[in-house]
């Protein structure tokens, strides 16, 4: 097992009446089948789907609270209140607090806008914030924007003073809500036709409660920017709201376009652009000093400050992308001491860390780790956590089973926040893993979705401009990605970064995988390979081109080179020998008493090609990975790796047991896992050393012939030394992995080269003299060899 493929929606049973709808509409067959699939499957449904119409807006009237909403705010025009919207620091609270300000004051009222500080205030209502507004501003009606729903005791305390709330949300609701006029479609005993709305698509409900849907226009733009930004689901209502707002036409709101034109989209915009372009930007202004910056952004008319403004926060945005690199950094030196063999979650507490990135670390921890993930960080007396999910398990409920413990929590099935007193922490992260050992072992490992299964011949143009269509793209409206079935490929890394792969299919289909070097091994040899694959149009240089992304690949059989399996478990030999090297030895027949069912904790080792042919009859389905040299997750998953590379801490030290199938080539490698984790570490106790030598030339010619071959090829370079030897046999016949292997790590040991970091490249010292028998690798092979 590697990664798994999963169908994400069942088979379509009656292909004729996707065929005929198809030819009906004139649609591409795959494209309805695809519609089909996620649930489209009338002409009616594809047509309101394909095809946004204004008039399929629901009646605002339909969410319970609205007209009550909508009374309250006229008496308060009516009688020229004071208003105060109270929104929230991430880009759907600002936008949110930008349609309903926006639109307000165009009714008349004075509004009074607060958006929070996320550092010293928090998300959503707090007493002494409310207590600074009532006294600064003398407010008659409060209005949230994006929070409140969890505010019960904020609320009550505005209204002792004389001040009505309106709570305007889209949270989980809890059993207890505050005793004030509430919209939130995620009400019970609401009957809006859908309950994920975003905070600003209920704000712009009530824009359109109030001033009729040509009003509501004016603020399309606004909440297809939150719609994108707060991953909610692109369906339905949320999907029109975005086709419509990203329309050029409806794109009117002036600190918005300008910022589109700073990032170069001043033409058409995609849901793309805006969840990787402007979504971030936006959220930089709270996660890196004051979100009242990116409000403002929305609501000036002022030239000067709307530049002024995104110079800031695209600077804002650099700086996170830094803070997430180093926190993320030190977060995996954190995580390397924790006990992810019997815990399924990942909860790290730091006093210092930055309180507006928690969420992105969190989601990328969560991501990598296939586990959820808690970041817990000191606020005042508090801990506050931002917390992320895995698909299979509601984050909402975990924290709802855990309360007890908790001083408050709010949030959604996959994303939540939280607050902790510091002595309940370690009470938390018991429950927290009590809880998720109900979850089934399978929820943890690695799988894909897909959608479709096709044929390599039928990724062509027509298909790719055909999914097109399906735009605006995002949660709940995925890119599509089709399962395809493929045995021989040409790899090749890009010559721009080694780090992305090309592949070219035998039918010619060129495929492009982004940071793929470590996966590379699942795409060689001729056994079948189902990959996943986005399929999309490419206009470079101003041609229409189908464009395809490898996302995934799952392999029948692991392909491994004997010879290079042979070379990498060589160069073990360039671990000095030193400290002490703890290892048990067991006996080759009890092997199996390793093979202990645990998803995570076991790295076996093999050391050649046979022997992981010969494991693997009995147990290559019993590890959750099977991987050649390079580690492809992060996970400690149990594995089988056929000679590693330790190129990562990580990859170590989260394992229990890591047990070596061939005698190791010497005791260095041993001392240098030892140093790295505190797994147990097995050897056999008879040993196969010899086999691993066999081959190898100790001779004085060989020796030196390898070295002259090196000192007239000094001007290569690669990523790794066998990337490097590829290079060189181009320039050289007749040379050897495994012999090179061995003489570049004696002669690097002798110091007569140097070996670049970062890189495979030999610098000679010349003028260095030494004998090979000062080589304790040398003298290894020569003493096993005899």
Not at 146 to 152: F, H, K, L, Q
Not at 283 to 305: C, H, P, Q, V, W
Not at 467 to 496: D, M
Not at 666 to 692: L, M, Q, R, W
Request: hydrophobic share 40%; proline share 3%; glycine share 6%.
């Amino acid at each position: 097992m590697n990664l798994t493929l999963k169908k994400r929606n069942n088979d379509i049973k009656d292909a004729a009446v996707v065929e005929k709808t198809a030819e009906k509409l004139g649609l591409h067959k795959k494209l309805v089948e695809l519609l089909f699939s996620r649930g489209f499957d009338t002409e009616d449904k594809i047509s309101k789907f394909l095809k946004p119409d204004e008039d399929n807006f629901y009646d605002p009237f339909l969410m319970k609270g609205m007209r009550e909403a909508v009374g309250r705010i006229n008496l308060a025009i009516e009688n020229d209140e004071k208003v105060v919207v109270y929104g929230d620091y991430d880009a759907d609270g600002v936008c949110a607090s930008a349609i309903l300000s926006l639109f307000l004051s165009g009714e008349g009222l004075n509004i009074y806008t607060h958006i929070p500080n996320r550092s010293s205030e928090g998300y959503g209502l707090s007493i002494e914030s409310l207590e600074k507004i009532i006294d600064a501003a003398c407010p008659d009606l409060i209005i949230t924007c994006d929070c409140g729903i969890s505010a019960y005791e904020e609320v009550e305390y505005a209204m002792d003073l004389g001040v009505d709330v309106i709570v305007t949300d889209h949270h989980e609701v809890s059993e207890r809500v505050p005793n004030c006029i509430v919209i939130n479609p995620k009400q019970s005993d609401c009957n809006y036709p859908i309950d994920y709305l975003c905070g600003a698509g209920v704000a712009l409900k009530l824009v359109q409660a109030m001033g009729g849907i040509e009003k509501a226009k004016e603020y399309f733009d606004l909440a297809a920017v939150a719609t994108v930004a707060d991953l909610v689901p692109l369906l339905d209502e949320n999907r029109l709201i975005v086709q419509s707002g990203i329309k050029s036409e409806n794109l009117t709101n002036k600190g918005l376009k300008a910022l589109l034109k700073n990032q170069q989209l001043d033409g058409s915009v995609t849901s793309s652009d805006v969840a990787y372009k402007i979504a971030p930007r936006i959220n930089a202004a709270g996660r890196m000093g004051d979100a009242y910056r990116a409000f403002e952004l929305l609501i000036t008319k002022d030239s000067g400050r709307i530049k002024a403004i995104i110079d800031e926060i695209n600077a804002d945005n650099v700086k996170r992308k830094e803070l997430c690199d180093a926190h993320y950094v030190e977060a995996i030196r954190i995580i390397k001491s924790e006990n992810l063999i019997d815990n399924r979650a990942i909860i790290l507490c730091h006093p210092d860390w930055e309180k507006g990135i928690t969420g992105i670390l969190a989601a990328q921890i969560a991501g990598d780790f296939k586990r959820p993930t808690f970041i817990l960080v000191r606020s005042g007396d508090l801990y506050k956590g931002t917390c992320r999910s895995i698909s299979d398990v509601n984050i909402y409920e975990l924290l709802s089973s855990v309360s007890s413990v908790l001083t408050e929590f709010g949030g959604h099935s996959q994303a939540a926040g939280f607050s902790i007193a510091p002595e309940n922490v370690d009470e938390f992260k018991k429950q927290v893993n009590a809880y998720l050992k109900n979850f089934d072992e399978n929820c943890f490992l690695p799988y894909a979705e897909y959608d479709l299964d096709i044929e390599v011949k039928d990724i062509d143009l027509s298909l790719a401009k055909s999914l097109e269509k399906i735009e605006p793209i995002g949660n709940g409206n995925t890119r599509p990605l089709f399962r395809t079935t493929v045995n021989k490929l040409e790899v090749s890394p890009c010559k721009s970064n080694y780090n992305h792969t090309n592949i070219v299919t035998e039918t010619g289909l060129p495929i492009l995988a982004f940071n793929f070097y470590n996966e590379n091994q699942f795409l060689m040899g001729a056994a079948a390979k189902d990959l996943l694959v986005e399929v999309g149009l490419s206009s470079f240089g101003g041609k229409d081109s189908r464009r395809a992304i490898l996302r995934g690949v799952d392999v029948s059989e692991l392909f491994i080179n004997p010879s290079v399996a042979k070379a990498a478990f060589l160069k073990y030999l360039a671990y000095p020998v030193g400290g002490e090297a703890k290892f048990t030895k067991y006996a080759r027949k009890d092997l199996a008493r390793f093979v202990d069912g645990n998803i995570f904790g076991t790295l076996v080792i093999c050391g050649s090609e046979k022997s992981y042919r010969e494991l693997s009859n009995d147990f290559k389905d019993k590890f959750v990975l099977n991987e050649f040299m390079y580690s492809t997750s992060k996970n400690n998953y149990s594995r089988i790796m056929v000679s590693p590379v330790f190129d990562s801490d990580l990859m170590l030290s989260n394992f229990g047991k890591i047990v070596f199938v061939d005698s190791p080539p010497s005791d260095g490698v041993i001392a240098y896992i030892n140093s790295k984790t505190k797994a147990e570490v097995f050897i056999p106790e008879d040993s196969n050393v010899k086999e691993t030598f066999d081959g190898l030339d100790a001779s004085r010619e060989t020796f030196g012939k390898y070295f002259d071959i090196m000192r007239r090829n000094a001007d290569l370079s690669a990523q790794n030394i066998f990337s490097f030897f590829r290079l060189l046999r181009t320039r050289v016949d007749g040379i050897n992995v495994a012999q090179f292997v061995f003489c570049v790590t004696v002669f690097n040991e002798l110091k007569f080269f140097d070996i670049k970091r970062g890189e495979f490249a030999i610098k000679i010292n010349r003028g260095v003299k030494s004998e090979l028998s000062l080589s304790a690798a040398y003298n290894r092979v020569r003493e096993i060899l005899g």
